[in-house]
């Protein structure tokens, strides 16, 4: 059962963006209840570190997943998944993340691809960045704290998504995800490897998959 069928469609406000602030209990809930947790895939399973096939057939199958995806993310306490952290090679991220004003954001978005950004837009942020696939470690990581992504939502329907702040970050890593990137290939190698370091010394505190 698709997300219009049961949740009604998300609207778009003036500018063309979506509208993913309202209802945001309602919505995740509905995705959550209906899906079921799988584990998370860590750093070194192949499926993260390539690109991932385009979303083509908008159906039972791609809602089923996406149920899957709030219902792994809640479990996992994630504000952004990657369909490849759950080993699925699909071009389908989900959300449920707060702004730097504190508004909470959820939704999906399929085939996203991150909009080029006006110079003067670019300002960047180097808050700390961490992510469920290199667990318990965090770096600092300059991103723009303004993004857009264009895609496709759970019915194919072209929609537009844009974000300040923490959001403009996790609109940035989830898409990077998808294109087989980590946010710790951004890092200086010193970096990455203190990451990999923490990774190493820590106990994540959700399941995970082993690396063979």
Do not use: W
């Not at 994630?78 to 369909?83: F, K, N, R, S, T």
């Not at 959820?106 to 808050?127: A, I, K, Q």
């Not at 329907?157 to 940035?172: D, E, K, S, W």
């Amino acid at each position: 059962m698709s997300q219009q069928e049961t949740d009604g469609r998300i609207g778009v406000d003036d500018e063309g963006f979506v509208v993913d602030t309202e209802d945001c209990e309602a919505r995740e809930a509905a995705y959550r209840e209906r899906g079921t947790s799988r584990p998370i895939t860590v750093v070194g399973n192949p499926v993260l570190h390539k690109e991932c096939k385009d979303v083509t057939e908008f159906d039972d199958e791609l809602a089923k997943l996406i149920d899957d995806m709030f219902a792994s993310q809640r479990t996992a306490e994630g504000v952004g998944l990657a369909a490849n952290q759950i080993g699925v090679d699909l071009k389908v991220f989900v959300y449920d993340c707060p702004d730097d004003d504190g508004k909470r954001h959820v939704g999906v978005v399929c085939n996203p691809v991150l909009e080029e950004l006006e110079p003067e837009r670019r300002v960047l942020d180097d808050s700390n960045e961490g992510c469920l696939s290199v667990p318990t470690a965090y770096a600092s990581l300059a991103r723009p704290d303004y993004a857009v992504v264009r895609g496709q939502d759970a019915e194919g329907n072209p929609i537009r998504v844009r974000g300040t702040g923490y959001f403009a970050r996790c609109l940035q890593h989830e898409t990077d995800h998808l294109y087989g990137y980590l946010y710790i290939d951004r890092l200086s190698k010193r970096d990455r490897k203190d990451a990999l370091r923490q990774m190493e010394e820590g106990t994540p505190r959700y399941e995970t998959v082993p690396n063979a």
